[in-house]
């Protein structure tokens, strides 16, 4: 049994022990930064299939500080470290050469990591605030890393959005801790369940639910994301665009909703339009971009949009669906940002513009680029085409053949821009392509390599083993979400 | 000592005999934390004010001479250490993260000090934390500038400047 505060101490304490020991040795925060993440990945995939409830420090449940290990965390927790494995073993190179500072980056990235598996795992509500700020905070920084202006000005502008969502969650989680004098999760829902409904706990849902969504930048929340994302280092897009948004937003939003306040079809119909919205609205600005990373950017607004109209049917195929389109998001996002970071490695831009026939220079990079973007557009073989059908699937039986209608023309979209993409970078031209750069360019070196190979071949896979994964990993999440309120209380509080 | 930077010599000599009582009423607010109001981070915020008001009186070259950034930056890595250190020997002794392992009895006999267990070393880890940390921030304030070069903004540190 894997003991679920590894999961903390592990990334924090390295994040601690990184900038002591490595001042002097060059190698040193590489080493251990990749050691780190790999042996958190080794953990996380031993945490498959175990529910269990940790008492911090031997106090029982709603009066001390509890860890909840269930099919939602373990999938998060699974996400979460294999991007960061896949982060780190591209950071060994991609920064000797853009950035300086190694150290505070890989102490950076590990607070990150650490407030991400604190947040997935943690049973209390001020806890989880406590985690997601540690995260949060140690992502502002990530954006800034390059210190140039417009890195500053959005890490400055994700700060500010970041702050007001927090802000608004800490109100929230105030006045809950005021109506029911209870912090645990579980216990706070049990009350919740007892006590007549007013309006007070509807405003502290609201404003809760509005902090996470703008963690998860759903639409009307979406305007930190576009700068934020493409400022930062590519190890680190990828982390904020495939991993953190999930875990401190999509992923509090799913639990708050159907564990703690419980789903109704009033909520379910909010999500569902919010979702539309978003998957709409996010892929036709995408479209428009002729910066390669604020592209991608623009595609992680409407392939949230994608997992919330998913969950927001409710019904165990939409929820598979939308839980399903999470993962494979963060695998073919990642993939998408570590191949943009390459190409910017060897181009020195993000224009489209200035790119072209890239397919003879950088074979792999741009072979990986080519299945990411399938996968992100829905074309069949591979994943992404089976959560989208998942979720279509899911509309249509649900008998909302519009919301099944508007995810198909998402789709059309997405491949529209991508295929932009594709066709400015990789196999054709852009209207700035310059023939004496080109011949420089050259394939990006093995470290870098390998990451890109490893999620193409989860890309491919992922998407054929579903029904394999389908029994492993998503049917105790469905469980989780399916058995709602009651479910989650007797497991936590154990009665 | 640098006489010309700084503030007047007044300043000086006030903060010259006061830097030692605020230290120690910031050790005492941390040692105490678990009999009276305070505890680690309070403490840790008055270790910090000190070293702010040294700086105040005698400009920042004093202050980075006598500690350093470096020295800063291990005494906060070494408060985060020794706190999840403490959280984690519980799994050795008693087999629970954060358990207090170390005797704890009722706060009346002479001993009062040691009375809560890990509790006065979580303080001072804390405290060893959150002065390191705060007196960072201010340093790194007052340190680093935005200089504009050609319309691009870009953040530049001036200590080395400032040391020729």
Not at chain 1, 159 to 178: D, E, F, P, Q, T
Not at chain 2, 19 to 36: C, T
Not at chain 2, 65 to 72: D, E, S, T
């Amino acid at each position: 049994m894997v003991n679920l505060p590894l999961f903390i101490i592990i990334p924090f304490g390295m994040a601690f022990f990184i900038p002591m020991v490595s001042r002097k040795i060059k190698w040193v925060p590489d080493v251990l930064g990749n050691i780190t993440t790999f042996i958190l990945l080794i953990l996380s995939l031993m945490t498959l299939n175990l529910e269990y409830v940790y008492h911090i420090g031997g106090w029982k449940a709603p009066f001390g500080i509890v860890l909840v290990l269930d099919g939602l965390s373990c999938l998060l927790l699974i996400i979460i470290n294999l991007i960061s494995f896949m982060a780190t073993l591209f950071s060994v190179e991609y920064l000797e050469k853009l950035y300086t500072s190694k150290l505070r980056y890989y102490s950076l990235f590990l607070l990150m990591v650490g407030g991400m598996n604190g947040t997935v795992l943690s049973g209390d509500l001020f806890n989880l605030f406590v985690f997601m700020e540690i995260a949060s905070i140690a992502s502002y920084a990530l954006v800034a890393f390059g210190c140039q202006a417009s890195e500053l000005e959005a890490s400055f502008k994700y700060l500010v959005m970041g702050n007001v969502g927090s802000l608004l969650v800490l109100y929230a989680i105030a006045l809950l801790y005021g109506k029911t004098g209870s912090l645990n999760m579980a216990d706070v829902a049990k009350i919740l369940i007892n006590i007549p409904y007013d309006n007070l706990i509807a405003f502290a849902f609201v404003l809760i639910i509005s902090g996470f969504m703008i963690k998860s930048a759903l639409v009307p929340f979406h305007a930190w994301l576009p700068d934020a994302h493409p400022s930062a280092p590519s190890p680190i897009s990828a982390m904020l665009s495939g991993v953190v948004i999930k875990a401190l937003g999509v992923y509090v939003v799913i639990r708050l909703i159907f564990n703690l306040f419980g789903f109704t079809p009033l909520i379910s119909n909010v999500l569902i339009y919010m979702g539309v919205i978003s998957m709409i609205f996010g892929v036709c600005l995408a479209v428009l971009q002729w910066d390669l990373k604020r592209l991608l950017a623009y595609h992680s607004i409407s392939q949230m949009g994608y997992v919330f109209t998913g969950i927001g049917l409710g019904t165990p195929l939409g929820i598979l669906g939308g839980l399903f389109h999470l993962f494979n998001h963060s695998l073919f996002k990642s993939l998408l940002f570590l191949n943009a970071g390459s190409i910017e490695y060897e181009i020195g831009t993000r224009d489209l513009n200035k790119m072209g026939l890239l397919y003879k220079k950088m074979p792999i990079t741009s072979f990986a680029t080519f299945i990411s973007s399938m996968s992100i557009s829905g074309i069949p073989p591979f994943n992404g085409f089976w959560s989208k059908f998942i979720i279509i699937l899911a509309a249509i039986k649900a008998g909302r053949p519009i919301i099944a209608f508007w995810a198909v023309i998402g789709s059309i979209l997405t491949l529209s821009s991508f295929s932009k993409v594709l066709k400015y970078s990789i196999y054709g031209k852009g209207e700035k392509f310059n023939e004496e750069k080109w011949e420089k360019i050259k394939e990006v070196g093995d470290l870098m390599i390998v990451p890109l190979i490893i999620l193409s071949v989860l890309c491919i896979f992922s998407g054929l083993l579903l029904y394999g994964m389908t029994e492993g990993i998503f049917s105790p999440v469905i469980n989780v979400l399916n058995g709602g309120v009651v479910e989650y209380i007797n497991k936590v509080l154990g009665s | 000592m640098n006489e010309e930077k700084g503030m007047s010599l007044i300043v000086k000599t006030v903060t010259r005999w006061l830097k030692g009582f605020i230290f120690l009423f910031g050790a005492y607010v941390v040692i105490f934390g678990h009999l009276s109001p305070g505890g680690g981070f309070p403490g840790g915020v008055v270790f910090a004010a000190t070293f702010i008001l040294i700086t105040l009186a005698f400009g920042k070259e004093y202050v980075l001479r006598k500690i350093g950034k470096i020295l800063a930056s291990e005494l906060d890595s070494l408060g985060a250490i020794l706190f999840l250190l403490l959280a984690t020997l519980g799994i050795y002794f008693t087999g629970i993260f954060f358990s207090n392992f170390i005797e704890k009895f009722h706060p009346t006999g002479n001993f009062k000090l040691f009375s809560a267990g890990i509790i006065p070393l979580c303080n001072i880890s804390i405290g060893m934390k959150v002065g390191a940390s705060l007196f960072m921030v201010f340093i790194i304030l007052s340190v680093v500038r935005v200089v504009f070069e050609d319309g691009k903004g870009k953040l530049i540190t001036t200590e080395k400047k400032d040391k020729k």
